[in-house]
């Protein structure tokens, strides 16, 4: 059962170009929504996260946009470079303690 | 500063044979996670622990067993491997006062 469904599955932007990935989820118990980014042969690395009660996080290239009505939230690129080809996944948590996450978008940015 | 690791980094195992995954953090956090990736599948949460002594079933916990027998190890156990649950393993740690969990590099699994 998965809560929460991501696409693309995965992504080719030219460098310089903006990368968005979305995300959207059902259980309305979800508290924390955090994006983590993963390269080949690594464990997962929190990228950016946001909390419900909040419409957009920006950390330098990196924006979050959530739209709790419609249960959704998107993941921005800004100015794509080679280096962040890697696998992304949105993910959601409840409870304090369980994470679901998003089956993963794998991007590859073209220099 | 180690993190996370876990151990082995690779292991083949033939089908009905049984093995431990470990996983050690020194970042003295209560929280505790075992994840199995497949591709087109994402992280699925395998068992986690909130504290030492104290296990919980994820998503997938069919077939694997834990322990936390020391808060900063969490072992992950197959009892009898089935083709089916070879994947990539993640461990994570999360402080309990915190929002970011921290990954271990994975153990790669095949089950021939």
């Known amino acids: 059962q998965q809560q929460v469904k991501q696409s693309p599955q995965s992504l080719i932007v030219q460098k310089g170009g903006i990368s968005i990935i979305n995300c959207a989820y059902e259980n309305t118990a979800f508290d924390y929504f955090p994006w983590y980014q993963q390269f080949p042969g690594k464990g997962p690395a929190l990228l950016i996260a946001?909390?419900?009660?909040?419409s957009e996080k920006k950390e330098g290239r990196f924006t979050i946009s959530f739209n709790k009505s419609a249960k959704q939230f998107s993941l921005h690129i800004m100015d794509s470079q080679p280096g962040d080809s890697a696998t992304y996944f949105c993910a959601a948590r409840t409870g304090g303690f369980k994470t679901i996450f998003g089956a993963g978008t794998r991007l590859f940015v073209k220099a | 500063n180690a993190g996370v690791t876990q151990t082995p980094k690779f292991r083949v195992l033939k089908t009905g044979q049984s093995m431990t995954l470990l996983c050690a953090q020194d970042?003295?956090?209560?929280?505790m996670y075992w994840y199995r990736q497949d591709p087109g599948m994402g992280l699925r949460l395998i068992h986690y622990?909130?504290?030492?002594?104290?296990?919980a079933k994820g998503e997938v916990p069919d077939g694997y067993n834990v322990s936390r027998l020391k808060k900063q190890n969490f072992l992950l156990g197959l009892e009898s491997a089935a083709p089916s649950q070879t994947s990539v393993y993640f461990c994570a740690s999360r402080s309990a006062g915190n929002t970011e969990a921290f990954f271990g590099q994975g153990t790669r699994l095949t089950v021939v």
């Open positions: 946001i909390r419900p009660d909040v």
């Open positions: 970042m003295n956090h209560e929280y």
């Open positions: 622990s909130v504290g030492e002594g104290t296990t």
